[in-house]
């Protein structure tokens, strides 16, 4: 399914954005974020409900911040929607695409981090996002899961889950962004990954190669060297495509974390969730694009900061015991795994 070469002159209207398109992202962002914390209420099950902050931003726009807090099965949690533009864009976006100096920006989207106060359930993100300066535009985001205590079966369902519904759009969509969410949520310090990953895609306007990250030589750039260039899409197929990415967040999660919180633990597993939550910490502080965005083009802090878990620990030279679950967690699953065939390997 990959072009060398085409010709655009006579479909050039499907690859700018229709007048509407700020109009529809925004309202899919909002919708989303309803959507999402209206099932974790229930899914939390303890009558706790997201306190919700609406914010402005004085250069143009703003947003708002949803913060679950003490639930049942959360401990913390939030979600957000942002809308914001103006005229000076931050450098990280101008780094990545020079020809959109000069012009005015507009940025939506919607993020989403959820720490559960239960170590055998996942920490998990997600984030969405459209990006439009002049002649340029593109959508990019993705989910990932960060599981303190290894389940196969648990890794299998998510990667499953998302990579139906990007097989709906592209059969090639789940294997590059897989690898490109591996390369993305390395913890480079540590030389270990966040967790199990999931699929991370950014610059995504329907042309060229999937991969448009900083790493030529890595797993994720030769893969989509191998594809080539795909055939062109209009901006309707990607908004479609991240539209189904947001709505299989909830059936990738959350059966996950309703059977694990059946489990009983103890002190033990709590220590070890909070020192690995730690992990999370020192990504989203050095390398998370979306906290260095937000800082950039002076965001909200609480709302920029709100993927923080509210309790963390560090260890000096931690090492997990041999033959334990802990020592599983670091020796397999934070490495890049090919999850969606796990259960045909030996």
Not at 10 to 29: G, H, I, L, N, Y
Not at 122 to 139: D, I, K, Q, S
Not at 241 to 264: H, M, N, W
Not at 300 to 316: A, C, D, K, T
């Amino acid at each position: 399914m990959s072009v060398k070469d085409t010709d655009l002159k006579s479909t050039k209207s499907e690859f700018v954005p229709p007048e509407d398109a700020k109009r529809r992202v925004s309202q899919f962002m909002l919708t989303l974020q309803d959507d999402i914390c209206g099932n974790l209420e229930a899914l939390d099950g303890s009558g706790q409900k997201f306190q919700e902050d609406t914010w402005k931003r004085e250069e143009g726009g703003g947003g708002r911040s949803r913060v679950i807090k003490n639930g049942d099965l959360f401990e913390q949690g939030g979600v957000n929607f942002s809308e914001v533009f103006g005229d000076k864009l931050p450098s990280s976006i101008l780094k990545q695409r020079p020809e959109a100096e000069g012009h005015s920006f507009y940025a939506t989207g919607t993020s989403m981090v959820l720490h559960p106060r239960h170590p055998y359930v996942p920490t998990v993100h997600l984030n969405y996002r459209y990006f439009e300066a002049g002649p340029v535009w593109w959508f990019g985001g993705g989910v990932d899961l960060t599981p303190y205590y290894p389940f196969a079966e648990d890794a299998v369902h998510f990667h499953q889950t998302v990579k139906t519904h990007c097989d709906r759009h592209h059969p090639e969509y789940y294997p590059a962004f897989k690898r490109w969410c591996d390369e993305y949520f390395y913890i480079k310090h540590r030389q270990e990954n966040r967790g199990i990953g999931g699929v991370f895609f950014d610059y995504q306007d329907g042309q060229g190669q999937l991969y448009k990250g900083p790493d030529p030589e890595g797993v994720a750039a030769q893969y989509s060297n191998q594809v080539g260039k795909l055939e062109p899409r209009s901006w309707e197929q990607l908004f479609a495509f991240v539209q189904d990415c947001g709505q299989s967040f909830l059936p990738a999660y959350t059966p996950i974390a309703k059977e694990r919180r059946k489990i009983d633990y103890g002190e033990r597993e709590r220590n070890f969730q909070l020192y690995r939550r730690g992990r999370y910490v020192e990504f989203n502080l050095v390398y998370d694009r979306g906290t260095i965005f937000g800082l950039q083009t002076n965001g909200r802090i609480e709302s920029i900061l709100m993927s923080l878990p509210p309790l963390v620990r560090w260890e000096y030279c931690y090492h997990p015991e041999p033959n334990t679950p802990e020592a599983e967690l670091y020796e397999t699953f934070l490495k890049p795994q090919d999850w969606v065939n796990w259960q045909h390997q030996g």
